[in-house]
Every structure is written in C-alpha cells, then in structure tokens.
C-alpha cells in the first residue's frame, strides 16, 4: 500500500506539468481568422448587401416566371435599387427600379401601393441625379396611385364593412394615405420649380445673359440641393482689412486681480465684438 500510494504521489506531479504544458504550448492560430476579418472589414457593407441582393435576382430569374417568384423578383430589385440610391449610383438604380415596376405593374392591381412606393423610389433617383423634370413626373405618378388606393378605401368604408378588425385596418391604411398625399404634392411643386429654374438658367448661359437669382432661405431650403445651379445662390464677399484697422483691431484692457480681460476686435463686417477674457464668449456686438 505503500509503494503504491507513493507511486500515485510521483504520477500526481508528471499529469500536472503534462496539463500545464498543454496548456500553453496549444494556442489558437488568431493570425489566420484576424486576416479573414480584416480582409472581410475592408468591403463596404453596402456593396456587400448589393452582392447578396443580386445573387437573389439570378436565383429568381432561373425559376419559373410565376406571380409568385415575380413577386419575390419585384421585391428583390426595389432593395437593390435602395441600395444603389444609397451607394450615389443613381443610373444603375433606375434601370432596376424601372424592371421592379414593370412586374408589378403586371401582377398588381392599378391601386397597389407597392407600385407607388416604386414610382416614388424613381422619383428619389431622377432628383438626386438632377431630372428635376423625370423626377415631378415619377413624384405625380406615385400621387395618382396613392389617390387612387385612397379613393378604393372610401368606397370600402361607405358600402359598409362588417368586420371590425378588417374595418379598423381599412380605417388606418386610409389616414395614412391622406397624410402622404400633401408631403408628395410638395415634391412635386418643389421638383417643377428646380426644373424651370435649371432650364432657365440653361438659357441665360446660351444667350450669355446669366444672372445670379436670389431666393429667401425658406424657399431655398425647402428645394432639393442641385449642383448644376449652385451658382444661382450670391456669396458672401470678404472685405480685405486695412493695416490701419488691423492695428486697431485688438484692444486689450487690464484686468481684474483675478486675470480677466476685456477684449474688442472687430470682425470682417465692421462690427465691434466685446469678449470676455475668461471664456472668449462674445458678451455685446455693436454695429
């Protein structure tokens, strides 16, 4: 008994050097997976989405054309032109978005709102490529199929509906049509104005008579930015200062015992600016 507790005693010390050994002689190859990752970090997420969705659209094309895969197509192609909006490729979203409606105008009633909400995702691509004028008539196209799904749903409501559940739901869709219907007719008007002054601005410049417009900030607010005429906005022109006013242009004052300061510049208008030396917030502004 003795030889035998002793020899477990001696096994006792080998097993755990053997754990410890394994231990930290086994350790996991990071190098490897933090490559992959790097490398997969390194894609966009859009082009990675816009990857996934096109793999989507070539298992769809190879089915059967039936309403069913059409639909799913449908679906398929309204998010890759999402993301391609997304991604500023304004072409290629279009041409998706233009396939998209083209099913569900074949397999969707007239007053379907995913149809609108197509025509309306054009309208979003044509504005931000600057088709001001594409864009008011996507915008008008998706009014009429909101109007049109509204109208459907005050006929539901005045022959009656039984179900309260079914009444209820019709009762919501419609408030929730009514309340687009003025958001999408100020895209309209907003995208025509762009239009006629992108077009009037074209016509000054082949006549060589173009001259900046000027708008209030409201109105210039409200309209979709468009670069092309960007320069109708005025600038505002710096005035160069004179050395003389440039010696004069900071004033200090002794401070208090605790080290503040009054500070009087002034700025590029000619107004003077009285600063605080603590915190350098402008305390008064004279004109």
């Known amino acids: ?101 083209d099913i569900q105008q074949k397999i969707y009633a007239g007053t379907d709102r995913r149809i609108a909400e197509t025509l309306f995702q054009m309208a979003r691509a044509f504005n931000l490529s600057f088709e001001f004028a594409k864009a008011a008539e996507y915008y008008k196209k998706a009014y009429d199929v909101i109007k049109l799904c509204a109208d459907a749903h005050e006929t539901k409501m005045t022959a009656g509906v039984e179900c309260p559940d079914e009444k209820a739901t019709i009762e919501k869709e419609l408030s929730e049509l009514q309340a687009l219907l003025p958001d999408i007719q100020l895209k309209v008007d907003d995208s025509l104005e762009s239009a006629k002054n992108a077009e009037l601005l074209k016509e000054q410049q082949a006549d060589g008579t173009a001259a900046p417009a000027f708008e209030d900030k409201e109105t210039a607010a409200s309209k979709p930015a468009a670069a092309d005429i960007s320069n109708l906005v005025r600038k505002p022109v710096k005035r160069s200062i004179e050395p003389d006013e440039a010696e004069a242009a900071v004033k200090r004052c002794k401070g208090d015992d605790e080290g503040e300061a009054d500070v009087t510049t002034t700025n590029g208008n000619g107004h003077s600016v009285e600063a605080n030396g603590d915190n350098g917030h402008a305390a008064t502004a004279e004109a």
């Not at 394994?22 to 190859?29: F, I, M, R, S, T």
């Not at 997969?40 to 096109?54: G, I, K, M, R, T």
């Not at 054309?65 to 993301?83: A, I, N």
């Open 1 to 101: 008994e003795n030889n035998s507790n002793a020899l477990s005693d001696e096994e006792l010390p080998e097993e755990g050097i053997s754990a410890e050994e394994g231990a930290v002689g086994d350790e996991p190859p990071a190098l490897e997976t933090d490559s992959t990752d790097d490398t997969a970090n390194n894609v966009p997420n859009l082009q990675l989405a816009w990857e996934v969705l096109d793999v989507a659209r070539a298992v769809c094309d190879k089915q059967e054309k039936t309403d069913e895969w059409q639909q799913k197509k449908s679906e398929v192609l309204l998010l890759l032109g999402d993301v391609s909006i997304e991604d500023e490729n304004y072409k290629q979203a279009i041409d998706d978005l233009a396939v998209c409606l």
